[in-house]
């Protein structure tokens, strides 16, 4: 499921759910028959937020929260990794720069250096560490 919209001008509004019931079949003699898949969160869920500043043509805040439900590790489900929460924010610039359309941008992900683990995989065992904070910057040009 998703939504976009604008609710009011200069803010918009991406979010989505995702909501999976993976679950295990045709197991070795039917042990873990029903199990939650591994590696499979429940759901997903995100919400992305721009808004034009008021009175500075061309700049743009944004903002995204993503929210992963568990996952499990392996096929017995006895061993889990916890959902997790994370924050970003960030700011584009539009404007003219030699009659060019030249767009800036700054973002910062994991906004509050959240330690989680990403994802969970049993083909190749293992959890893996999500991303710490990170800065990203970067400049684009029409031409």
Known sequence: ???????????RLLGGLTYIDARLRKTPD??????????????LAKLNVEWDVPGVPGLTLTGRVTRMSKQYVNPTNTLSIPGYTLWDAGARYAMKVGGKDVTLRASVANLTNKAYWASASYLSPGVYLGAPRTVLLSASMDF
């Not at 499921?1 to 803010?11: I, V």
């Not at 039917?30 to 759901?43: D, L, R």
């Open 1 to 11: 499921m998703s939504l976009f919209g604008e609710p009011m001008h200069g803010l």
């Open 30 to 43: 039917g042990v873990n028959e029903g199990n939650p898949a591994t590696g499979v969160p429940n759901y």
